[in-house]
């Protein structure tokens, strides 16, 4: 286990270095940010005195490995239109995304997992039905238009949750739903094909023969169903957390979706790359716990770590 | 020592007086006058509740009226929206309001602090226009006149400036304003690192000297002819002196109408009025002003079904239309605050040949396309056919000329008579900008006239990050090119000619090398008058409007909707930006 850990760090490093080069690579290539800092009648000396402070004036390798060093020691940078450490103003949004995404996330497994076991358990009953109807319907409708209806209705229609803004209660209700309703949609389809393909296997139909309780037979058939449904989570996770810029302007929640949506407008490339960074570093993590979740969920997985061959 | 009498733009008046009422468009009335005006407000609320859709829409701006229907005789007309009193109509509900806060939303602030010698951007104003204030002001007509200052003299070289300050003035903190504290914005200017937004004003000012509290000095080193327009706002000295730069970025004390209380970056500011501001017609009648950033519109107009939001900025024709039939909302047009202009670019190029660089041509790619038409249904009437490559609010504009007219025939004729029967061009454009709504559908609808008159046009459309710096470069963009211009920015013609459009050295230029416009760009920035200035600002666009250069296709409204605890709303002339809010009345 140790070993596959490691070589899973590796790797998750190397997917971080190569991302940070790129993004180095395209937003130097994308024109002069000195020309956004100084007005358009702006003596030329100035725009060679700017591009000398910021470090724009050396050859592209030495930014390139200052760069890194820098990246590595945590410093990001400092933002040009928001004049301010990049690590400063992602600390601000960084908790606001996690906010809601963790609240999504917890919508989406909460009941995505629910409707999939429940229809799984009674596949083509009325519920079952309902269940696939929403998934599609979750799947098929666009973030931003669904976050639209649920804004007209529940906001202004109805009065219950406010239209947009930033907060820990009723605020976060809205955004929760409408970002969590596609993974939910993934998860209900996912959880349901899962759960039916365990409840047809030799071991499941002997359990049931033997008379075993509801609720054993579900514990045992959803963790014997979770490694495809924790390696999806994982992933609509991490797509949580890093895109939800759509849902972030709809709701003008001021996350790292806003904050990448100005840097881009800005061409604010320190921004943007910080941004892309800790996006990727989130992403990578969590992509990493799901795998080492596989070995605690699955033994098998352990064994062959150990080197201990297995029959599948 | 030469005294300087502009009436055009800087007034001058060296005995100190008090605010005249109506300097600023406002205030200047009566208490009968104003009892007139609420009577005539409220018969005009209970018209609006009885009438049809179109009594929701008013016209703001310095040719301000709560006119009935205004928008929809703006399509294709050429004449400026024709008004009588904005004033009238805002000035009736000046006693305090009984809403305590209004919250205006915008799309964005692009705020990094609140900081008024921040403002690095026009989404930025509102801010800067919130916590401090102008040595000389534009009012509703976008005309500067003396705020904080009461007059200046410059001296025979040309190099300094002697203002004379208004007295009574108090910041935030309760202080006095006096001349130190203009030198004390000076000083931080032209010492910090991070002012690089006034790249210009740091290369020709040299210092200021106090001469006594109500009299400074503002040294340059060449003729800097419009430094009243370029003046840093003034801060209180005690204040940044006590706190020290970083912060006073994060909490600025000034004397502008709204104190600092908070903000959250990304999502709001909060103000509290000042109530020892200086100028009582411009003073709030509520106590707590909010800007939200909401980027969504859809979560704007939720915002003012709810109540949650009380002015909406930023807002589609189409939007804005869905208020028409809502009596609890306002739907304010502000008038002429950005112009799409289609730019021959191609005469950026002197060595290389183009069919753009013929004048037939140009005016024959003018003349197919029917710009009546666009502003009546791209637009929805919120928009009209400009006459000229300047705006209205430019010195130098010209108000007898007429605008070139739809006539595809004729740009048949032409474009045979210069041989380009079968012209083949690209159409550059970005994506979006804040300034003309929708410019991408503005570019195909261009190239769909066109290709009536038989011209091909190829559209390239990239993101306004990409599309920008291309111009800039001047060697990616080929053919001819769509750019917006905010109105409000060009309150001086060299803003227009040398800062962005036309003359070889403008970094937007669309036209290089040209002799002629080139030596008036270098007149205007020696001339020290203003008349004489737009004198000068006529010449040059009386040219660049018969050469065509730019074409200037559309000048669109901007669309503000008002809630219920808004009585009027008007802004500066042709200004798009939330603030000033001196204009703006609560319940």
């Known amino acids: 286990m140790p070993r596959y850990i490691l070589a899973r760090l590796g790797q998750a490093v190397l997917v971080l270095w190569v991302v940070a080069t790129v993004v180095f690579l395209l937003s130097r290539a994308s024109g002069d940010v000195a020309d956004l800092l100084i007005p358009q009648d702006a003596p030329p000396e100035t725009k060679a005195q700017i591009e000398a402070n910021l470090g724009l004036d050396r050859p592209l390798f030495t930014q390139y490995t200052s760069y890194l060093a820098d990246v590595v020691r945590g410093d990001l940078g400092q933002s040009f239109s928001y004049r301010t450490e990049v690590a400063t103003l992602l600390k601000t949004a960084l908790p606001k995304t996690l906010q809601l995404g963790a609240a999504a996330f917890l919508f989406a497994v909460t009941f995505g997992v629910s409707i999939g076991v429940l229809s799984a358990l009674k596949p083509g009953s009325w519920f079952d039905s309902l269940g696939k109807g929403l998934a599609l319907l979750g799947q098929s409708v666009p973030s931003f238009f669904l976050g639209i209806l649920l804004v007209l209705f529940f906001a202004v229609r109805m009065g219950w949750f406010p239209a947009f803004g930033y907060g820990i209660g009723t605020n976060l209700v809205l955004p929760a739903v409408t970002l969590g309703a596609y993974p939910l949609a993934s998860l209900t389809r996912l959880t349901r094909s899962a759960v039916i393909e365990v409840l047809r296997k030799d071991h499941t139909l002997f359990m049931r023969a033997k008379g075993v309780s509801m609720v054993s037979l579900i514990v045992h058939t959803l963790r014997n169903a979770s490694l495809p449904v924790v390696t999806l989570a994982g992933i609509q996770l991490g797509a949580m957390f890093s895109g939800a810029v759509i849902v972030e302007t709809l709701y003008a929640w001021p996350g790292m979706g806003q904050v990448a949506i100005q840097a881009i407008n800005a061409r604010d490339y320190n921004v943007v790359q910080g941004v892309v960074l800790v996006n990727t570093t989130i992403f990578v993590t969590i992509l990493l716990l799901v795998d080492i979740s596989y070995g605690l969920l699955d033994p098998r997985v352990r064994r062959r770590g150990r080197g201990v061959a297995t029959a599948s | ?587």
């Open chain 2, 1 to 587: 020592m030469a005294d300087h009498d502009d009436p055009v733009l800087y007034h001058h008046d060296e005995s100190m007086p008090p605010i005249e009422p109506g300097t600023f468009g406002f205030g200047g009335l009566s208490r009968r006058t104003l009892l007139a005006g609420g009577g005539a407000l409220a018969l005009g609320a209970l018209l609006a509740a009885c009438g049809d859709d179109s009594t929701a829409t008013t016209t703001t701006g310095a040719t301000t009226t709560a006119a009935p229907t205004s928008a929809n005789t703006i399509p294709g007309s050429t004449a400026t929206p024709t008004t009588t009193s904005a004033t009238t109509t805002t000035a009736a509900a000046r006693p305090e309001a009984k809403t305590e806060t209004l919250t205006i939303a915008v799309p964005s602030l692009q705020e990094a602090n609140v900081d008024p010698h921040f403002a690095t951007g026009g989404l930025i104003f509102p801010l800067r226009d919130a916590i401090g204030e102008f040595l000389y002001a534009q009012n509703l007509k976008g005309q500067f006149v003396p705020s904080l200052a009461t007059g200046y003299t410059l001296s025979d070289d040309k190099l300094k400036w002697t203002f004379k300050l208004r007295t009574g003035v108090k910041h935030h903190d309760g202080t006095e304003f006096t001349a130190t504290d203009i030198k004390t914005s000076i000083d931080r200017i032209l010492q910090g690192a991070d002012f690089t937004h006034l790249a210009n004003f740091k290369a020709q000012v040299t210092g200021a000297n106090v001469v006594d509290p109500q009299t400074v000095e503002i040294l340059t080193k060449t003729p800097y002819a419009t430094l009243v327009v370029d003046m840093p706002m003034p801060i209180s000295t005690e204040y940044f002196k006590k706190v020290g730069d970083a912060e006073f970025r994060k909490k600025p004390v000034a004397c502008g109408p709204w104190k600092f209380v908070s903000q959250e970056l990304n999502q709001n500011v909060k103000y509290e009025r000042h109530d020892a501001y200086f100028d009582p017609a411009r003073r709030p009648n509520w106590k707590k002003l909010v800007y939200a950033i909401v980027p969504e519109e859809s979560a704007r107009v939720a915002g003012l079904k709810t109540g949650t939001i009380d002015v909406a900025f930023g807002l589609t024709a189409t939007t804005a239309d869905g208020f028409k039939s809502e009596s609890n909302f306002k739907i304010n047009e502000v008038p002429n605050t950005g112009t799409g202009f289609c730019m021959m670019y191609d005469n950026n190029y002197p060595d290389q040949p183009s069919p753009l660089k013929d004048q037939k041509v140009r005016m024959a790619l003018m003349m197919a396309i029917d710009r009546a038409a666009i502003a009546k249904t791209l637009y929805k009437g919120y928009a009209r056919v400009p006459t000229s490559n300047f705006p209205t609010i430019t010195p130098g504009f010209n108000p007898d000329r007429k605008a070139v007219p739809y006539d595809p025939d004729g740009a048949k004729k032409l474009l045979a008579e210069a041989g380009q029967s079968n012209l083949s061009i690209t159409l550059n454009t970005y994506t979006a900008t804040s300034t003309v709504p929708d410019i991408q559908k503005l570019a195909e609808t261009i190239i769909a006239f066109w290709g009536q008159i038989g011209v091909k046009a190829t559209l390239n459309a990239v993101e306004a990050a990409t599309f920008l710096p291309q111009w800039r470069a001047k060697n990616v963009i080929k053919g001819a090119a769509m750019i917006a211009g905010p109105s409000s920015f060009y309150v001086e013609p060299i803003r227009m000619l040398g800062n962005s459009f036309f003359s070889s050295r403008a970094p937007y230029t669309t036209i290089t090398g040209d002799k002629k416009i080139d030596d008036l760009v270098d007149q205007i920035n020696a001339e020290m008058d203003a008349t004489k200035r737009a004198a000068l600002g006529r010449q040059a666009v009386d040219y660049l409007d018969d050469q065509l250069f730019g074409l200037p296709i559309i000048t669109v409204s901007s669309l503000v909707v008002t809630g219920p605890n808004v009585v009027s709303f008007a802004t500066i002339e042709a200004n798009p930006y939330a603030g000033p809010t001196s204009w703006i009345v609560a319940k």
